[in-house]
Nanobody, 120 residues
Framework: QVQLVESGGGLVQAGGSLRLSCAAS?????MGWFRQAPGMEREFVGG????????YYVDSVKGRFTISRADAKNTVYLQMNSLKPEDTAIYYC????????????????WGQGTQVTVSS
């Protein structure tokens, strides 16, 4: 069993930046982020492979969001720049899922979620 603890999130104006962190109690083959906006289905945002460090993103965040990792801490970060109101959602850290380019399968583990609100 892997526990995921998220931090970060909050309220920011459009064009601003936020950073989310996710610390894992153990290591799986992938970690990353999903998000769910009100009335919408949960969607894949991006992920990173622990084995080779490759990162993957959904098209809507490419060039604005960056995922990085701190190996010694089993921690993954989501740096979000140039935020838009449509980025407003609950962001969930996730681990243990397959990635196919811009899409991903269902994660084995989930964090508790953190709210990101972008005002216009």
């Amino acid at each position: 069993q892997v526990q995921l603890v998220e931090s970060g999130g909050g309220l920011v104006q459009a064009g601003g930046s936020l950073r989310l962190s996710c610390a894992a109690s153990g290591r799986t083959f992938t970690m990353g982020w999903f998000r769910q906006a009100p009335g919408m289905e949960r969607e894949f945002v991006g992920g990173i492979s622990w084995s080779d460090g490759n990162t993957y993103y959904v098209d809507s965040v490419k060039g604005r969001f960056t995922i990085s990792r701190a190996d010694a801490k089993n921690t993954v970060y989501l740096q979000m720049n140039s935020l838009k109101p449509e980025d407003t959602a609950i962001y969930y850290c996730a681990a243990g899922f397959r990635i196919w380019g811009t899409t991903a399968g269902n994660p084995t583990y989930w964090g508790q979620g953190t709210q990101v609100t972008v005002s216009s």
